[in-house]
């Protein structure tokens, strides 16, 4: 398969989204998929039989939604410190951490469409976020804070993320997560900071309103 182009990529996101702004985060800016889009209507068959992952970049999910206030208005969390955003998508999250003063942020995720929107959404938004297309689970990470919005919704992912966060925090690394109620999160690992009412979409959500937490990650 040909590498996909970060131009060809940024082309395909500017015609496929629209600006925005998430409702529990309006005072960041994001390109997002709605009913006016053809993204929005493809089913995930559709979308692997033209080469294109599920579009998760397309949306501003709950837990990232969730994630990206508590650190707007936390800021110390993040001010003056290295922010890795895992499993980015729309960059909503590291907007966020560079906006409330992160030393730097890096937005990592498999999906280069992923990485496109993440650049494309920090320039709209005037902020500088690094990007990484690669699976970093189970690898060594040079930050002080992990950020992860809504990452516990696949049994096998969660799994492959349990061990390496637990590893990760024994070696100082601070990880918040944000989660709307997913299956697989593991609440006994974890100790809740805030929780919000997120107005949602009921097209990818099974409420108009989710209540999500924003939970700190307890070393073992």
């Known amino acids: 398969m040909t590498p996909l182009s970060p131009s060809r990529a940024r082309a395909f996101i500017l015609a ?42 397309a949306f501003a999910w709950a837990g990232g939604q969730v994630l990206a206030r508590y650190v ?42 992923a990485a496109n929107a993440t650049a494309l959404n920090a320039e709209l938004n ?45 070696d100082g690394v601070s990880i918040l997560v944000g989660d709307p109620g997913r299956a697989y999160l593991p609440r006994e690992r974890l100790e809740a900071l805030a929780t919000y009412e997120v107005p949602v979409t009921r097209a990818l959500e099974d409420a108009e309103v989710k209540r999500s937490t924003v939970w700190r990650w307890k070393p073992l």
């Open 16 to 57: 496929n989204t629209a600006i925005s702004t998430p409702p529990h985060v309006p005072e960041i800016r994001l390109r997002l998929a709605d009913e006016a889009h053809d993204l929005w209507h493809r089913t995930e068959e559709e979308l692997e039989a033209i080469g294109l992952p599920p579009p998760f970049w």
């Open 72 to 113: 707007l208005d936390h800021p110390g969390a993040v001010r003056s410190r290295r922010v890795v955003d895992f499993a980015a998508g729309s960059g909503l999250v590291a907007i966020a951490a560079a906006r409330s003063g992160a030393g730097s942020v890096e937005g990592w995720d498999i999906d280069p469409f």
């Open 126 to 170: 005037g902020v500088a976020v690094a990007t990484t297309i690669e699976d970093r689970i189970g690898s060594p990470v040079e930050a002080d804070v992990l950020l992860a919005g809504d990452v516990f919704f696949d049994r096998e992912m969660a799994a492959a993320i349990i061990p390496w966060f637990d590893a990760l925090s024994k």
